[in-house]
């Protein structure tokens, strides 16, 4: 039953017409923009009128800032780093993970450093990378794999705590060896929050990488938008983090749709561990 | 004019909802009855035939398309002090003790931290819940919760207190049990209750009348009072009787 | 047998901890790795007694945190604040709403060019971004628990004489406050990973500043010092969050859920 009252206190608005508030106002919202710039009401330098911002998009897509590293080629050393250091995450990580949480010992044991190593600001790694490695790709890679594998890890570990002992005890029941149960019951029992913790970790990556790359390179969407800074292009800056916010949302959504159609058994799991 | 011991007045309540496919669906379909003061009235129907909608719409929940509900007097516009509801699902605030949910109502309308502490104990007492003043509602089990519930709705004093399907959620020897307790806690403290059920032994073990609702669109079919004395077998002959009469009236709908 | 097992690895734990200090200490020793790039425990000791007063570490530490108290309160608040607006104001929130799902995707850190371009680089710039990795995760919290709060908890509070902005404050903001809590912990660990991060790119005081002056000066047990220093904080911190004010406050959310 819905209560009545001046407001539909449990009415929430159909998806049609929340769609249509949040184009309606994404356009009034870019419009007011438009017409307050144009009337000099906000400063061209702190932030460029969106048809200003049109036009740089377009000219990083083609002729590209620092000179001729066009967007393309900074999106591409991004993803090309985050790719490295999180599927080398992912191959150490997901064995370690289930090896780990199948013995209790070993998991206890296991457990301060990986509580620690957690604690600890993958960023704050950098100057220590760059002290060992120089500033070189290398350093990059190891610091967006330290950050995705502890989120694999602690996901993984806890995924193979939590299979229900019924399951296993099903599969007992119908006969299964200890590697049959391994790879029937327990390892897809585990994928759900593997899959999380994958999730987990490529949000992680991306914001590694984003920050390493501030420091120390030219290419790369987190130095595109450094550059933009050192320059006091703001234009740039902006157009560079939109491409930011797409990229980080393209991810989210691709993973969404992986999981949907990988394990539609689990949709939904939400997120635990960090 | 109304009897002076009328409590509940509907009149000519109709209730049509507007769904997204712009059916008018027609859940009442100009429903009046009154319940006496002190009274023990069910409305007793299958899912679906409005029964809840119309306390809700006594509640003040709900806004009927047409018709007018009074209480004691009084219009109803809008949930108000003078209507005490229980839910079916635990409706307690998990964050309060459950003496302090009892005391919410009471806390809201001024009442001083003394009187309304003490009024508070009284009705745990009532409910049979001393002892757990301090638990917090996810350590009380499902009757004790509603327990609370209904001390809670009893905490403002009000004119009636309405039910909606309060046991449905509990199982089949806590149901009883608390059809038990309730109507001990009516025979002591004397309150007129509109109960909504779909249990037709709930409704002829616990009612003085029973109002039989029908669906599609929802009206009273048939209404009936249970004459028998308290505490109801419901083995015995006449109670079957009534059971059988209710359930014939339901009828096997679509 | 289940409390052996529980005291086995309780010494488990203890022993794996051991293990990896001695471990540490016998790489530098024997000189596995270059002991200039690689100190062991008591190297990195030495290196801090040489290079840092004690004073001058509780300043940077000062500063840190300073910084993700003052960004985490601004920008929690305002992801509270606003998230039950959202999720009050059916249609407000459609509107407000706009603008912050539009943001969200974009890190913390990537506001940080704009931050310096805006606010310079002294103070207001870090807590702009600090504040903003408090923001949304509070925010989406918020507004994830103001939409799935039991109606009839809603319901219970009208029928007990609540309307309006009472209602939404005695009822539905604390029904609301597990889900904002869980945000907490998130806003928290944010905030603080942004403060190290805006810290180590374009600060002059602080522990970020700190590790990054000390790669510059070559002085690699400050940088491990740092780190273990900057880890150490940001446990404590989320223990103290976690255990001290979620879980007493919300005694009557996990009562019979912990284990």
Same mark, same amino acid.
């Given at each position: 039953?819905?209560?009545?009252?001046?407001?539909?206190?449990?009415?929430?608005?159909?998806?049609?017409?929340?769609?249509?508030?949040?184009?309606?106002?994404?356009?009034?919202?870019?419009?007011?923009?438009?017409?307050?710039?144009?009337?000099?009401? !906000?400063?061209?330098?702190?932030?460029?009128?969106?048809?200003?911002?049109?036009?740089?998009?377009?000219?990083?897509?083609?002729?590209?800032?620092?000179?001729?590293?066009?967007?393309?080629?900074?999106?591409?050393?991004?993803?090309?780093?985050?790719?490295?250091?999180?599927?080398?995450?992912?191959?150490?990580? !997901?064995?370690?993970?289930?090896?780990?949480?199948?013995?209790?010992?070993?998991?206890?044991?296991?457990?301060?450093?990986?509580?620690?190593?957690?604690?600890?600001?993958?960023?704050?790694?950098?100057?220590?990378?760059?002290?060992?490695?120089?500033?070189?790709?290398?350093?990059?890679?190891?610091?967006?794999?330290?950050?995705?594998?502890?989120?694999?890890?602690?996901?993984?570990?806890?995924?193979?705590?939590?299979?229900?002992?019924?399951?296993?005890?099903?599969?007992?029941?119908?006969?299964?060896?200890?590697?049959?149960?391994?790879?029937?019951?327990?390892?897809?029992?585990?994928?759900?929050?593997?899959?999380?913790?994958?999730?987990?970790?490529?949000?992680?990556?991306?914001?590694?990488?984003?920050?390493?790359?501030?420091?120390?390179?030219?290419?790369?969407?987190?130095?595109?938008?450094?550059?933009?800074?050192?320059?006091?292009?703001?234009?740039?800056?902006?157009?560079?983090?939109?491409?930011?916010?797409?990229?980080?949302?393209?991810?989210?959504?691709?993973?969404?749709?992986?999981?949907?159609?990988?394990?539609?058994?689990?949709?939904?799991?939400?997120?635990?561990?960090? | 004019?109304?009897?002076?011991?009328?409590?509940?007045?509907?009149?000519?309540?109709?209730?049509?909802?507007?769904?997204?496919?712009?059916?008018?669906?027609?859940?009442?379909?100009?429903?009046?009855?009154?319940?006496?003061?002190?009274?023990?009235?069910?409305?007793?129907?299958?899912?679906?035939?409005?029964?809840?909608?119309?306390?809700?719409?006594?509640?003040?929940?709900?806004?009927?398309?047409?018709?007018?509900?009074?209480?004691?007097?009084?219009?109803?516009?809008?949930?108000?002090?003078?209507?005490?509801?229980?839910?079916?699902?635990?409706?307690?605030?998990?964050?309060?003790?459950?003496?302090?949910?009892?005391?919410?109502?009471?806390?809201?309308?001024?009442?001083?931290?003394?009187?309304?502490?003490?009024?508070?104990?009284?009705?745990?007492?009532?409910?049979?819940?001393?002892?757990?003043?301090?638990?917090?509602?996810?350590?009380?089990?499902?009757?004790?919760?509603?327990?609370?519930?209904?001390?809670?709705?009893?905490?403002?004093?009000?004119?009636?207190?309405?039910?909606?399907?309060?046991?449905?959620?509990?199982?089949?020897?806590?149901?009883?049990?608390?059809?038990?307790?309730?109507?001990?806690?009516?025979?002591?403290?004397?309150?007129?209750?509109?109960?909504?059920?779909?249990?037709?032994?709930?409704?002829?073990?616990?009612?003085?009348?029973?109002?039989?609702?029908?669906?599609?669109?929802?009206?009273?079919?048939?209404?009936?009072?249970?004459?028998?004395?308290?505490?109801?077998?419901?083995?015995?002959?006449?109670?079957?009787?009534?059971?059988?009469?209710?359930?014939?009236?339901?009828?096997?709908?679509? | 047998?289940?409390?052996?097992?529980?005291?086995?690895?309780?010494?488990?734990?203890?022993?794996?901890?051991?293990?990896?200090?001695?471990?540490?200490?016998?790489?530098?020793?024997?000189?596995?790795?270059?002991?200039?790039?690689?100190?062991?425990?008591?190297?990195?000791?030495?290196?801090?007694?040489?290079?840092?007063?004690?004073?001058?570490?509780?300043?940077?530490?000062?500063?840190?945190?300073?910084?993700?108290?003052?960004?985490?309160?601004?920008?929690?608040?305002?992801?509270?604040?606003?998230?039950?607006?959202?999720?009050?104001?059916?249609?407000?929130?459609?509107?407000?709403?706009?603008?912050?799902?539009?943001?969200?995707?974009?890190?913390?850190?990537?506001?940080?060019?704009?931050?310096?371009?805006?606010?310079?680089?002294?103070?207001? %710039?870090?807590?702009?971004?600090?504040?903003?990795?408090?923001?949304?995760?509070?925010?989406?919290?918020?507004?994830?628990?103001?939409?799935?709060?039991?109606?009839?908890?809603?319901?219970?509070?009208?029928?007990?004489?609540?309307?309006?902005?009472?209602?939404?404050?005695?009822?539905?903001?604390?029904?609301?406050?597990?889900?904002?809590?869980?945000?907490?912990?998130?806003?928290? %660990?944010?905030?603080?990973?942004?403060?190290?991060?805006?810290?180590?790119?374009?600060? %002059?005081?602080?522990?970020?500043?700190?590790?990054?002056?000390?790669?510059?000066?070559?002085?690699?047990?400050?940088?491990?010092?740092?780190?273990?220093?900057?880890?150490?904080?940001?446990?404590?911190?989320?223990?103290?969050?976690?255990?001290?004010?979620?879980?007493?406050?919300?005694?009557?959310?996990?009562?019979?859920?912990?284990?």
């Amino acid at each position: 039953m819905r209560p009545s009252g001046k407001k539909a206190r449990s009415g929430r608005l159909t998806r049609a017409v929340d769609i249509r508030i949040k184009i309606i106002t994404l356009i009034a919202l870019v419009a007011t923009w438009e017409l307050l710039s144009r009337l000099g009401l !906000i400063s061209m330098l702190a932030l460029p009128r969106p048809s200003h911002l049109v036009v740089t998009i377009g000219r990083l897509a083609t002729v590209g800032f620092p000179i001729d590293i066009t967007v393309w080629l900074h999106i591409r050393a991004t993803v090309w780093r985050i790719l490295q250091g999180y599927l080398l995450a992912a191959a150490v990580a !997901i064995p370690a993970g289930l090896v780990i949480g199948r013995l209790y010992l070993l998991e206890r044991a296991a457990n301060p450093i990986i509580t620690f190593a957690r604690s600890v600001a993958t960023i704050s790694l950098l100057p220590l990378a760059i002290a060992w490695f120089g500033v070189s790709e290398l350093s990059r890679v190891l610091l967006v794999m330290y950050g995705a594998f502890w989120a694999i890890l602690t996901n993984t570990i806890q995924g193979v705590k939590s299979v229900d002992l019924t399951l296993i005890n099903v599969g007992r029941m119908f006969g299964a060896s200890k590697s049959g149960l391994f790879f029937q019951v327990i390892l897809p029992s585990t994928l759900p929050r593997i899959f999380a913790g994958m999730k987990i970790a490529l949000g992680i990556s991306f914001m590694v990488i984003i920050g390493v790359e501030m420091i120390g390179t030219v290419e790369g969407l987190g130095a595109l938008i450094q550059q933009a800074r050192y320059f006091y292009k703001s234009d740039i800056a902006i157009s560079g983090t939109v491409f930011i916010g797409i990229f980080g949302l393209l991810i989210s959504v691709v993973l969404d749709w992986l999981e949907r159609r990988m394990l539609p058994w689990a949709v939904g799991l939400e997120e635990v561990e960090r | 004019m109304a009897e002076s011991n009328v409590k509940v007045d509907v009149q000519s309540i109709t209730k049509r909802f507007d769904t997204e496919k712009s059916e008018h669906a027609l859940a009442l379909s100009n429903v009046s009855f009154q319940v006496k003061t002190n009274e023990f009235v069910t409305i007793v129907g299958r899912s679906g035939c409005g029964k809840s909608t119309m306390l809700n719409i006594i509640a003040g929940l709900l806004s009927p398309t047409s018709g007018t509900v009074t209480i004691a007097g009084e219009p109803v516009d809008g949930p108000g002090l003078n209507r005490g509801m229980v839910f079916q699902q635990s409706s307690l605030f998990p964050w309060l003790t459950a003496i302090e949910n009892i005391e919410f109502g009471p806390k809201n309308t001024g009442v001083p931290k003394g009187e309304r502490r003490a009024l508070a104990r009284e009705l745990i007492a009532l409910v049979r819940l001393k002892g757990f003043e301090d638990k917090y509602p996810r350590e009380l089990s499902g009757g004790m919760q509603q327990r609370v519930a209904i001390a809670r709705a009893m905490a403002i004093d009000p004119d009636i207190l309405l039910m909606d399907e309060p046991f449905g959620a509990l199982d089949q020897l806590t149901r009883e049990d608390m059809q038990r307790e309730l109507l001990r806690i009516w025979e002591t403290r004397k309150k007129t209750v509109l109960f909504v059920t779909h249990s037709i032994d709930e409704a002829v073990y616990l009612s003085d009348r029973v109002l039989v609702f029908a669906p599609h669109p929802g009206f009273i079919k048939k209404e009936l009072t249970i004459r028998l004395p308290r505490p109801r077998l419901k083995s015995s002959t006449e109670f079957m009787k009534y059971h059988e009469d209710i359930y014939e009236t339901i009828g096997k709908e679509s | 047998m289940k409390k052996d097992r529980f005291r086995l690895g309780l010494i488990a734990s203890w022993l794996g901890f051991l293990v990896i200090i001695v471990i540490w200490q016998l790489i530098s020793t024997f000189g596995l790795v270059n002991p200039e790039l690689f100190p062991g425990p008591i190297a990195v000791a030495r290196s801090v007694a040489a290079n840092l007063t004690a004073v001058r570490v509780l300043q940077h530490v000062g500063f840190s945190l300073m910084r993700v108290g003052l960004g985490f309160l601004l920008g929690g608040t305002a992801g509270v604040v606003v998230g039950v607006i959202c999720g009050w104001y059916v249609k407000l929130g459609a509107v407000l709403r706009t603008p912050v799902e539009l943001l969200r995707p974009i890190p913390p850190l990537a506001w940080i060019p704009l931050a310096i371009i805006w606010l310079g680089l002294d103070e207001a %710039s870090k807590v702009f971004i600090i504040a903003l990795g408090a923001f949304f995760p509070l925010f989406t919290n918020t507004y994830k628990g103001m939409i799935t709060i039991d109606p009839n908890v809603i319901r219970a509070g009208q029928m007990l004489g609540l309307r309006g902005v009472r209602l939404l404050l005695r009822v539905v903001v604390p029904g609301a406050l597990p889900d904002i809590a869980t945000g907490m912990r998130l806003a928290w %660990s944010y905030s603080f990973g942004s403060m190290v991060a805006a810290e180590l790119i374009a600060a %002059s005081s602080g522990l970020g500043y700190m590790i990054m002056h000390a790669r510059e000066l070559g002085t690699i047990g400050v940088i491990v010092f740092g780190i273990l220093l900057i880890g150490a904080i940001n446990f404590l911190t989320d223990y103290l969050i976690q255990d001290v004010i979620l879980t007493r406050q919300l005694r009557w959310h996990y009562i019979g859920t912990t284990g």
